[in-house]
Structure formats: C-alpha cells, structure tokens
C-alpha cells in the first residue's frame, strides 16, 4: 500500500512540474545565477581554388557564399580567422565575436567593365564584428552577415532583400535577434526584431551611403504541433554624395524621412517620391512539427512602392513561395526544400501614362538616384536570380535582368560521415521588360557538393563541389572548387 502511496506521489509531483514549466509567465529560458559550460577562443584556416570552363564561375559555385567566391573562372582564397562562439543561452548576458581575413588571387574577366574584377588580387575582412546579448537585447556591431531567413538557408535560393549574396554590410544593429516569448504569453506568442544602419562601402556611383534596415516578426504556436509566423522587413539606400546633385540628406531629418518612407529629399526625385531607394519584403509562414522532425511551408512577398499587407498590394504576383522538410532521425536525408520564385508582375506594366501614376513597372533593385540599385560591390544583396551587375559587359552598374521565374530544388544530408547537398535551379530570364525577347533567356544551374572531416589526415576538413550552368543566360559553363580547412582551439575560460 505504502509503495502504491509513494508511486501516486511520484506521478502527481511530475505532473505539476511539468504544468509549472508549460505554463511559464514569461519562459525565456534565461536563469539567473546559472553557468554551464566552458567560454573558449578557436582558430580557422583555409584554402581553396577554382576552376571554370566559361567566362564565368557557374552561377552556384559563386552565389549565395557571401562575395565569398569570385566569379572569375579561375581564383585561389586563403583565409586565416579567429572566434568565440556564444554558449551560454540559460545567463542573462552572453557574447561572441569573430575575426575572418580572406586573400584572393583571381583571373581577369576578359572584357569586364569593372576595375574590382580585373585585379589579380586582393584582400577583405569578411567577418569583423562583435555580438553582445544583455538579457534578451542584441547589440552586434561590425562586418557580419544579416542572416534573417526562416526557411532552411543552406538550401533556399535566398530571401529577396538579404540572401547572403554579396559581401556582408558594416553595420550597428540592435534588437531581439530570435523569437522570445511575449511576457504573460506563456511561450505561445513570440515576437522579435531589429534595426540595423549600416555603411555602403563599396562607393560606386553613390559616395558614402548607408542602409537602413527594420524588421518585425511575430509568432504563434511555441510548443504546439503547428505555428504561424508573420514577418516584415523594410530596407532602404539613402544619404551619400550624388555625381550630380551633391550631398543628398545625411542628416537626422533625411534618416526620418527614410524611416517613415516620406519625401523630402533634396532633389526632384525625393520629393516626389520616398526620399531613398526603398525595398521590402514581408513573409507568412505555417511550420507543422514533431518529434524529430519539422515541415514548413511559406510565401514571401516583395515590394518597393506603398506598402500594403501581404496578399493585398499590387504585385500580389510577385514573390518566393516554398515548402521546406527536416528532420534528424534518418541522417541520410536531412532537409529537403523547393521554391519558386516570380517577379514578372512588378505592379503591373506602366509606372504613368496619359497622365495618369499607375505606380507599376518597379523594376527591382533599380533606382533612378542610387543607379548602382539594390546591389554592394556589383552583387544583389537579395536573391541571386535577378541578375547582379558584375554580369554586365557594357560597363553598365544597373540591374538589367529583374524579371525571372525560377524553380529551384535542394536536398542536404550525411552519408557515412560524408555531408552532401545537391542544388538545382531552372531561371527563365525576361530582361527588365517582359515583351523584350533580346533580353530574354533561360539557365539551368547544378551544384553537389561534398564535405568530410578526416581525422587522420591532422583532422583537416575536405570540400569538393561541382558546379554548372547550362542555357542561352551565360552558355554552358562547368566548374569546380576544392577547399581544405582546419580549425583548432586557442584557449577555453
């Protein structure tokens, strides 16, 4: 009878933990006074070359790295870094911060306009930042990639205003980098979001312009089998040194401005329309979970006029729909993910006529003030598809292909200690005017890469990937890249 007694007791007391801890007011996972684990210092390096049959690197060997590869058909990188990881979620204050130099010997691209891709060498930080967490506040400051996507980055072709795609912006942002649960939620309303302003360094056309870069999400669920999440991002080009007119607003009233997207620049332009080149995305996603495994699928809608809420606006054609599986139960299939991507729509044909502003025929990532567009050191900072300027042979710095459609499949996994993923994308091009048919064109681009950690070999990381292209955009174009990396620890506190 006693231990019937004691059994009930066990069972009862379980049963209110377990209640207690569901029902949480405010479960940030955050315990004061509590430290697990050790803080430690590691070191990188690395090698890697490459070598294509084209003119240019195929298109997924160079895209999505963060400027990483160079799109020269033949280049080397040798990096050398030095990080902190941040390991301590349960305390109320962590921090991390990364050191990553990279030098570059590439080829000349035979009749390329840009001086940044005839030269033979060059060196760039690709990381340089720091990243402090005061309780549920970020603060990271430096060169570090802006990575917000929800959807299974090693896999998706890219978000559609950051995807990783050109070199990472120096930067200040604040805000709440991850979902946290809204106090009195109990865990099933998260919220999180940010403000970045960041330098445009690369200083072509525009001189000493900045990006100003906002965002919200909201997410409902926490530990329920299904959640719905909704997130906006409003990003804009503003301030610098115009060719033409001089300085454009850099100042507190201009950076207003921007905020709100309302006239008033300095020029004609800004003061008919927003002051700055103004992009922005906003994406719904239903996410169905269990226990080792997870499927979403999402929409992901851009826009660079007025803004109205998803399905509502004008070039409600326009966007990134996906579907995306993971799971960690069977290793040799781990995430498999497909999208397709749409941006031929763009408000409808005309920006005015007879008079009238229909307020259509965007033209993404182009500008009529910043005419570099929506691009740092000649590649989209959003995706890859709608084609970067380093592409252009006629020494224009515009986009001149914004308008695409494009099925794109991944799959990732680990075979026997061997990690692969397998990209491969259909892009049918029609220039920046649908009825061009000089303009337009079609690219199949392949990529399987391979990864493994051989211990035995002084427990260097191998990496091989294949890379091609294939169509009337850039030709037929095979390549390859071979990287060897080792890391190491330096110290641990």
């Given at each position: 009878m006693r231990n019937k007694i004691a059994v009930i007791l066990l069972v009862l007391c379980a049963g209110v933990q377990a209640r207690e801890l569901s029902w949480r007011f405010w479960p940030t996972g955050i315990q004061d006074g509590v430290s697990a684990g050790a803080d430690t210092l590691r070191w990188t390096a690395g090698v890697s070359a490459v070598a294509s049959s084209g003119k240019f690197a195929p298109f997924w060997l160079q895209s999505n790295t963060y400027g990483d590869v160079s799109s020269s058909p033949f280049s080397g990188n040798l990096t050398a870094g030095i990080y902190k990881e941040a390991v301590h979620p349960e305390r109320w204050w962590d921090y991390d911060f990364g050191v990553q130099l990279t030098g570059r010997v590439q080829s000349p691209i035979p009749g390329s306009a840009f001086e940044i891709q005839r030269r033979y060498g060059t060196g760039y930080f690709n990381q340089l930042y720091a990243h402090v967490r005061l309780y549920i506040v970020d603060i990271t400051a430096g060169i570090k990639p802006m990575i917000y996507e929800t959807q299974d980055t090693a896999l998706s072709m890219g978000s559609m205003v950051f995807s990783g795609n050109s070199q990472p912006l120096p930067r200040i942002t604040i805000g709440f980098d991850r979902y946290i649960p809204f106090p009195g939620c109990y865990g099933y309303f998260e919220v999180k979001g940010g403000l970045t302003h960041a330098w445009q360094a690369d200083n072509i056309y525009m001189r000493g312009s900045y990006i100003h870069h906002k965002f919200i999400g909201f997410r409902f669920g926490g530990r329920l089998p299904v959640n719905l999440s909704y997130e906006f991002h409003h990003a804009a080009q503003w301030g610098g040194i115009h060719p033409v007119y001089g300085d454009v607003g850099s100042g507190w009233d201009a950076y207003m401005n921007v905020f709100m997207a309302k006239a008033g620049g300095t020029t004609r332009i800004d003061q008919l329309n927003a002051q700055g080149n103004h992009v922005g995305s906003?994406?719904?996603?239903?996410?169905?979970?269990?226990?080792?495994?997870?499927?979403?699928?999402?929409?992901?809608?851009?826009?660079?006029?007025?803004?109205?809420?998803i399905g509502l606006g004008k070039n409600i054609a326009d966007g990134l729909w996906g579907i995306s599986m993971k799971q960690t139960r069977w290793p040799f299939i781990e995430g498999v993910t497909y999208e397709f991507l749409n941006t031929t729509d763009q408000s409808g044909p005309w920006h005015d006529r007879d008079g009238l502003c229909y307020a259509g025929n965007d033209q993404y990532y182009r500008n009529g003030m910043f005419q570099n567009g929506w691009n740092y050191f000649y590649r989209t900072m959003g995706t890859p598809f709608i084609t970067s300027p380093l592409y252009n042979e006629d020494g224009a710095i515009q986009t001149k292909n914004s308008r695409v459609r494009v099925h794109h499949f991944g799959v990732r996994g680990d075979i026997y200690g061997f990690q692969y993923r397998v990209k491969a994308s259909y892009a049918r091009n029609y220039g920046n005017d649908n009825t061009s048919r000089a303009m337009q064109s079609e690219n199949t681009a392949l990529l399987v890469e391979v990864r493994k950690y051989v211990e035995k070999a002084w427990g260097l990381n191998f990496g091989l990937r294949l890379a091609a292209d294939i169509g009337s955009q850039w030709g037929n174009n095979f390549g390859a890249q071979i990287t060897i990396s080792k890391r190491g620890i330096l110290t641990t506190w």
């Open positions: 906003q994406q719904l996603m239903l996410t169905a979970k269990g226990k080792g495994w997870e499927v979403s699928a999402y929409w992901q809608n851009f826009f660079e006029d007025n803004f109205a809420f």
